[in-house]
Protein backbone atom coordinates (compact mmCIF):
# COMPACT_ATOMS: atom_id res chain seq x y z
CA UNK A 1 0.00 0.00 0.00
CA UNK A 2 2.96 2.32 1.11
CA UNK A 3 4.96 3.02 -1.98
CA UNK A 4 8.29 5.19 -1.35
CA UNK A 5 10.06 8.02 -3.82
CA UNK A 6 6.88 8.44 -5.93
CA UNK A 7 7.13 11.12 -8.61
CA UNK A 8 4.12 13.25 -8.02
CA UNK A 9 4.26 15.32 -11.44
CA UNK A 10 1.25 13.42 -12.30
CA UNK A 11 -0.57 14.35 -9.73
CA UNK A 12 -0.92 18.01 -9.98
CA UNK A 13 -1.96 20.03 -12.43
CA UNK A 14 1.19 22.29 -12.14
CA UNK A 15 3.30 19.48 -13.43
CA UNK A 16 6.28 20.73 -11.26
CA UNK A 17 8.24 18.31 -10.52
CA UNK A 18 8.72 16.98 -7.29
CA UNK A 19 8.91 13.62 -5.38
CA UNK A 20 7.09 12.62 -2.18
CA UNK A 21 8.91 10.14 0.58
CA UNK A 22 6.14 7.50 0.54
CA UNK A 23 2.43 7.62 -1.01
CA UNK A 24 -0.69 5.69 -0.35
CA UNK A 25 -3.58 5.50 -2.78
CA UNK A 26 -6.53 5.61 -0.82
CA UNK A 27 -9.76 4.55 -1.78
CA UNK A 28 -11.77 3.44 1.50
CA UNK A 29 -12.05 4.74 4.84
CA UNK A 30 -10.16 1.77 6.36
CA UNK A 31 -7.07 2.28 3.87
CA UNK A 32 -6.70 6.19 5.22
CA UNK A 33 -6.45 5.11 8.77
CA UNK A 34 -3.93 2.82 8.29
CA UNK A 35 -2.29 5.42 6.00
CA UNK A 36 -2.58 7.32 8.83
CA UNK A 37 -1.15 5.31 11.36
CA UNK A 38 2.00 4.39 9.33
CA UNK A 39 2.47 7.89 9.58
CA UNK A 40 1.90 8.88 12.90
CA UNK A 41 4.43 5.73 13.99
CA UNK A 42 6.99 7.20 12.22
CA UNK A 43 6.36 10.82 12.37
CA UNK A 44 5.73 11.62 9.49
CA UNK A 45 4.08 15.10 8.09
CA UNK A 46 0.97 14.58 5.71
CA UNK A 47 -0.32 15.72 2.70
CA UNK A 48 -3.96 15.04 1.58
CA UNK A 49 -3.85 15.34 -2.06
CA UNK A 50 -6.96 15.00 -4.42
CA UNK A 51 -7.46 16.41 -8.03
CA UNK A 52 -3.57 18.27 -7.26
CA UNK A 53 -5.37 21.85 -8.90
CA UNK A 54 -4.65 24.08 -5.59
CA UNK A 55 -1.26 23.50 -4.96
CA UNK A 56 2.27 24.17 -5.61
CA UNK A 57 4.74 21.84 -4.77
CA UNK A 58 8.07 23.82 -3.71
CA UNK A 59 10.08 21.07 -3.55
CA UNK A 60 10.02 16.96 -2.96
CA UNK A 61 7.77 16.04 0.15
CA UNK A 62 9.66 14.56 2.74
CA UNK A 63 6.32 12.84 4.69
CA UNK A 64 3.26 10.91 3.58
CA UNK A 65 1.31 11.87 0.47
CA UNK A 66 -2.23 10.48 0.41
CA UNK A 67 -3.81 10.68 -2.78
CA UNK A 68 -7.40 10.44 -1.48
CA UNK A 69 -9.55 8.65 -3.99
CA UNK A 70 -12.86 8.12 -2.24
CA UNK A 71 -15.49 7.46 -4.35
CA UNK A 72 -20.22 7.38 -3.54
CA UNK A 73 -22.44 9.88 -4.59
CA UNK A 74 -25.89 9.68 -3.64
CA UNK A 75 -28.46 12.38 -4.39
CA UNK A 76 -32.17 12.69 -2.16
CA UNK A 77 -34.66 14.41 -3.95
CA UNK A 78 -37.81 15.72 -1.84
CA UNK A 79 -40.26 18.91 -1.35
CA UNK A 80 -37.75 20.87 -0.15
CA UNK A 81 -34.79 20.30 -2.49
CA UNK A 82 -32.12 18.15 -2.94
CA UNK A 83 -29.60 16.76 -0.37
CA UNK A 84 -26.32 15.62 -2.62
CA UNK A 85 -23.88 13.45 -0.65
CA UNK A 86 -20.69 12.96 -2.63
CA UNK A 87 -16.89 11.29 -1.35
CA UNK A 88 -14.37 13.43 -0.95
CA UNK A 89 -12.62 11.56 -3.95
CA UNK A 90 -15.43 12.83 -6.53
CA UNK A 91 -14.24 14.63 -9.61
CA UNK A 92 -16.03 18.01 -8.58
CA UNK A 93 -17.34 18.79 -12.28
CA UNK A 94 -18.21 15.60 -13.18
CA UNK A 95 -20.82 16.10 -9.72
CA UNK A 96 -21.68 19.17 -11.16
CA UNK A 97 -22.78 17.92 -14.44
CA UNK A 98 -24.87 15.18 -12.47
CA UNK A 99 -26.61 17.30 -10.97
CA UNK A 100 -27.09 19.66 -14.04
CA UNK A 101 -28.28 16.74 -15.36
CA UNK A 102 -31.30 15.64 -13.22
CA UNK A 103 -32.56 19.56 -13.62
CA UNK A 104 -31.25 20.46 -9.93
CA UNK A 105 -30.15 23.90 -9.47
CA UNK A 106 -27.80 25.52 -7.25
CA UNK A 107 -23.89 24.54 -8.32
CA UNK A 108 -24.47 25.08 -12.35
CA UNK A 109 -21.88 28.10 -11.81
CA UNK A 110 -19.45 26.24 -9.98
CA UNK A 111 -18.92 23.74 -14.05
CA UNK A 112 -15.33 23.49 -15.09
CA UNK A 113 -13.97 23.94 -11.68
CA UNK A 114 -10.77 21.15 -11.16
CA UNK A 115 -10.50 19.41 -8.34
CA UNK A 116 -12.20 16.94 -6.41
CA UNK A 117 -15.02 17.16 -3.65
CA UNK A 118 -12.89 16.83 -0.90
CA UNK A 119 -11.06 20.61 -1.68
CA UNK A 120 -14.06 22.09 -2.35
CA UNK A 121 -14.92 23.17 1.28
CA UNK A 122 -11.39 24.01 2.07
CA UNK A 123 -10.93 26.36 -0.40
CA UNK A 124 -14.75 27.31 -0.13
CA UNK A 125 -14.34 27.55 -4.19
CA UNK A 126 -16.58 30.17 -5.91
CA UNK A 127 -16.85 31.17 -9.48
CA UNK A 128 -19.42 33.42 -11.34
CA UNK A 129 -21.14 35.11 -8.25
CA UNK A 130 -21.87 31.79 -6.45
CA UNK A 131 -19.78 29.96 -3.63
CA UNK A 132 -20.07 26.40 -2.32
CA UNK A 133 -21.38 27.67 1.19
CA UNK A 134 -24.42 28.39 -0.60
CA UNK A 135 -25.34 25.53 -0.99
CA UNK A 136 -23.18 23.64 1.66
CA UNK A 137 -25.14 21.42 4.02
CA UNK A 138 -22.49 19.28 6.29
CA UNK A 139 -19.39 17.51 6.32
CA UNK A 140 -17.62 14.50 7.74
CA UNK A 141 -13.29 14.50 8.28
CA UNK A 142 -11.16 12.29 9.84
CA UNK A 143 -9.30 14.27 12.68
CA UNK A 144 -5.47 12.74 11.65
CA UNK A 145 -3.84 12.96 15.30
CA UNK A 146 -7.05 10.76 16.58
CA UNK A 147 -8.30 8.92 13.93
CA UNK A 148 -11.59 10.02 15.13
CA UNK A 149 -13.88 11.17 12.33
CA UNK A 150 -16.10 14.50 13.31
CA UNK A 151 -18.70 16.04 11.90
CA UNK A 152 -18.61 19.69 10.41
CA UNK A 153 -21.83 22.00 10.20
CA UNK A 154 -21.33 25.07 7.96
CA UNK A 155 -21.06 27.53 11.02
CA UNK A 156 -18.12 24.76 12.18
CA UNK A 157 -16.54 25.49 9.00
CA UNK A 158 -16.40 29.22 9.34
CA UNK A 159 -16.63 30.09 5.25
CA UNK A 160 -15.12 33.42 3.86
CA UNK A 161 -14.15 34.22 0.57
CA UNK A 162 -11.89 31.53 -0.58
CA UNK A 163 -11.32 30.62 3.13
CA UNK A 164 -12.54 27.76 5.74
CA UNK A 165 -11.81 26.66 8.88
CA UNK A 166 -9.55 24.32 7.70
CA UNK A 167 -7.01 26.91 6.25
CA UNK A 168 -7.23 28.68 10.02
CA UNK A 169 -7.77 26.89 13.38
CA UNK A 170 -8.22 23.39 11.39
CA UNK A 171 -5.57 23.39 9.42
CA UNK A 172 -3.07 20.43 8.50
CA UNK A 173 -5.68 18.62 11.48
CA UNK A 174 -8.48 16.85 9.73
CA UNK A 175 -9.02 14.93 6.31
CA UNK A 176 -12.26 16.14 4.34
CA UNK A 177 -13.72 12.25 3.28
CA UNK A 178 -17.25 13.33 1.86
CA UNK A 179 -19.47 16.74 1.53
CA UNK A 180 -22.87 17.40 1.69
CA UNK A 181 -25.02 20.04 -0.13
CA UNK A 182 -28.82 20.84 -0.52
CA UNK A 183 -30.15 22.32 -3.72
CA UNK A 184 -33.20 24.27 -3.39
CA UNK A 185 -36.51 23.61 -4.71
CA UNK A 186 -36.84 26.96 -5.86
CA UNK A 187 -34.11 27.54 -8.06
CA UNK A 188 -32.79 30.72 -9.39
CA UNK A 189 -30.26 31.34 -12.01
CA UNK A 190 -27.78 33.67 -10.76
CA UNK A 191 -26.38 34.78 -14.24
CA UNK A 192 -25.62 38.39 -13.32
CA UNK A 193 -21.87 38.05 -13.04
CA UNK A 194 -20.64 40.35 -15.67
CA UNK A 195 -18.60 38.00 -17.97
CA UNK A 196 -21.36 35.68 -17.75
CA UNK A 197 -23.94 38.06 -18.31
CA UNK A 198 -21.89 39.50 -21.28
CA UNK A 199 -22.09 36.18 -22.88
CA UNK A 200 -25.52 35.64 -22.57
CA UNK A 201 -26.46 38.86 -24.33
CA UNK A 202 -23.58 38.23 -26.83
CA UNK A 203 -25.33 34.56 -27.81
CA UNK A 204 -28.76 36.16 -27.34
CA UNK A 205 -29.91 33.61 -24.61
CA UNK A 206 -32.94 34.95 -23.04
CA UNK A 207 -32.48 34.92 -18.98
CA UNK A 208 -35.33 34.48 -17.82
CA UNK A 209 -35.34 31.09 -19.71
CA UNK A 210 -32.59 30.01 -17.76
CA UNK A 211 -32.16 26.05 -16.86
CA UNK A 212 -29.05 24.60 -14.86
CA UNK A 213 -27.76 23.24 -17.71
CA UNK A 214 -27.85 25.85 -19.92
CA UNK A 215 -25.96 27.80 -16.92
CA UNK A 216 -23.77 25.37 -16.88
CA UNK A 217 -23.19 25.01 -20.44
CA UNK A 218 -22.49 29.23 -20.26
CA UNK A 219 -20.22 28.99 -17.74
CA UNK A 220 -17.92 26.51 -19.31
CA UNK A 221 -18.01 28.56 -22.57
CA UNK A 222 -16.35 31.19 -20.40
CA UNK A 223 -14.07 29.76 -18.44
CA UNK A 224 -12.83 27.66 -21.77
CA UNK A 225 -12.26 30.74 -23.82
CA UNK A 226 -10.52 32.39 -21.20
CA UNK A 227 -8.80 29.61 -19.01
CA UNK A 228 -5.81 26.86 -19.94
CA UNK A 229 -7.02 23.14 -19.59
CA UNK A 230 -4.38 21.63 -17.18
CA UNK A 231 -3.78 18.75 -19.43
CA UNK A 232 -2.33 20.95 -22.26
CA UNK A 233 -1.17 23.82 -20.38
CA UNK A 234 -0.32 22.85 -16.96
CA UNK A 235 -1.78 25.66 -14.26
CA UNK A 236 -3.39 25.96 -10.77
CA UNK A 237 -6.49 28.32 -12.31
CA UNK A 238 -6.70 31.48 -10.73
CA UNK A 239 -3.43 31.57 -8.63
CA UNK A 240 -4.21 34.72 -6.97
CA UNK A 241 -7.29 36.00 -4.88
CA UNK A 242 -9.30 39.02 -5.83
CA UNK A 243 -7.88 42.00 -3.38
CA UNK A 244 -10.50 43.10 -0.58
CA UNK A 245 -9.77 46.98 -0.02
CA UNK A 246 -11.80 49.46 2.01
CA UNK A 247 -14.07 52.65 0.62
CA UNK A 248 -11.08 55.36 0.96
CA UNK A 249 -8.75 52.75 -1.16
CA UNK A 250 -11.26 52.36 -3.56
CA UNK A 251 -11.98 55.24 -4.33
CA UNK A 252 -8.38 56.52 -4.61
CA UNK A 253 -7.71 54.13 -6.99
CA UNK A 254 -11.01 54.75 -8.97
CA UNK A 255 -9.94 58.13 -9.16
CA UNK A 256 -6.29 57.06 -10.39
CA UNK A 257 -7.46 54.11 -12.54
CA UNK A 258 -11.25 54.96 -13.94
CA UNK A 259 -11.29 51.74 -15.63
CA UNK A 260 -10.72 50.01 -12.89
CA UNK A 261 -12.60 46.63 -12.62
CA UNK A 262 -14.33 45.99 -8.86
CA UNK A 263 -17.66 44.79 -6.80
CA UNK A 264 -19.22 45.63 -3.98
CA UNK A 265 -18.34 43.33 -1.04
CA UNK A 266 -20.45 44.56 1.86
CA UNK A 267 -18.03 47.57 3.61
CA UNK A 268 -15.23 46.87 1.12
CA UNK A 269 -14.88 46.52 -2.26
CA UNK A 270 -13.05 43.04 -4.15
CA UNK A 271 -11.01 44.16 -6.65
CA UNK A 272 -10.09 41.92 -10.15
CA UNK A 273 -6.52 41.28 -9.10
CA UNK A 274 -6.19 40.05 -13.20
CA UNK A 275 -7.02 43.56 -14.22
CA UNK A 276 -4.46 44.98 -11.77
CA UNK A 277 -1.97 42.04 -13.36
CA UNK A 278 -2.94 42.57 -16.85
CA UNK A 279 -2.11 46.77 -16.33
CA UNK A 280 0.82 45.79 -14.89
CA UNK A 281 1.63 44.40 -18.10
CA UNK A 282 2.57 40.81 -17.12
CA UNK A 283 0.11 39.18 -19.34
CA UNK A 284 1.54 37.07 -22.07
CA UNK A 285 5.12 36.96 -20.44
CA UNK A 286 7.08 34.32 -19.83
CA UNK A 287 10.01 33.98 -17.81
CA UNK A 288 12.52 30.53 -18.34
CA UNK A 289 9.70 27.45 -18.07
CA UNK A 290 6.79 29.18 -16.40
CA UNK A 291 4.89 32.68 -17.27
CA UNK A 292 1.72 34.20 -17.13
CA UNK A 293 -1.22 32.92 -19.35
CA UNK A 294 -1.74 35.18 -22.52
CA UNK A 295 -5.68 35.37 -22.41
CA UNK A 296 -6.15 35.67 -18.57
CA UNK A 297 -3.66 37.60 -16.39
CA UNK A 298 -5.11 35.47 -13.11
CA UNK A 299 -3.76 32.28 -14.48
CA UNK A 300 0.13 30.83 -14.14
CA UNK A 301 0.94 28.72 -16.21
CA UNK A 302 3.90 26.24 -15.87
CA UNK A 303 3.93 25.17 -19.83
CA UNK A 304 8.11 24.04 -19.56
CA UNK A 305 7.49 21.77 -16.58
CA UNK A 306 9.80 24.01 -14.16
CA UNK A 307 10.16 23.76 -11.02
CA UNK A 308 8.07 24.94 -8.23
CA UNK A 309 10.47 27.70 -7.14
CA UNK A 310 9.83 28.95 -10.61
CA UNK A 311 6.37 29.83 -9.97
CA UNK A 312 6.81 31.60 -6.97
CA UNK A 313 9.39 33.53 -7.89
CA UNK A 314 7.16 34.60 -10.64
CA UNK A 315 4.29 35.05 -8.02
CA UNK A 316 6.18 36.78 -5.56
CA UNK A 317 7.38 39.34 -8.38
CA UNK A 318 4.22 39.88 -9.59
CA UNK A 319 3.11 40.81 -6.04
CA UNK A 320 5.80 43.08 -5.42
CA UNK A 321 5.20 45.04 -8.86
CA UNK A 322 1.40 45.11 -8.07
CA UNK A 323 2.07 46.50 -4.34
CA UNK A 324 4.37 49.08 -5.83
CA UNK A 325 2.10 50.16 -8.41
CA UNK A 326 -1.39 49.97 -6.68
CA UNK A 327 -0.80 49.57 -3.31
CA UNK A 328 -2.56 46.43 -3.12
CA UNK A 329 -1.43 43.32 -1.46
CA UNK A 330 -2.04 40.11 -3.66
CA UNK A 331 -2.28 36.72 -1.62
CA UNK A 332 -2.11 33.12 -3.30
CA UNK A 333 -5.09 31.47 -3.94
CA UNK A 334 -3.08 27.70 -4.16
CA UNK A 335 -0.93 26.74 -1.25
CA UNK A 336 2.54 25.68 -1.44
CA UNK A 337 3.83 22.21 -0.07
CA UNK A 338 6.46 21.46 1.71
Same mark, same amino acid.
Given at each position: MIQRDVDLQPFNTMAIRARAAHYAHVGSLDELREALEFARRRRLPILPLGGGSNIVLTGGYPGLV?????? *?????? *? +???????????? @??? /????????? @?????????? !???????? $?? /?????YGVELRDTFEDLSAIHIASGELREFSKADC????????? #??????QYIITRVRMRLPSNWQPRADYPALLQYLQEHQIDVGGLTPARVA??? !?????? #???? $???? +??????? #? %????????????? /??? $????? &????????LAAGWLIDQAGWRGRRIGNV *??????????? @??????GSEITDLARAIA???? %?? &??? /??????????
Open positions: LHIDLQ *GLAVEE *G +PHGALITAAAGE @NWH /QLVMHTVAR @NLGGLENLAL !IPGRVGAA $PI /QNIGAHFAYRDSVF #KGDARDEAV !IAVRRS #KLPA $PEKT +PNAGSFF #K %NPLVDETAYLALK /QAY $PDLVA &FPAGKCWK *GVHDRQALVLV @NPGRGADDIL %NR &FGV /QLEPEPRYYP
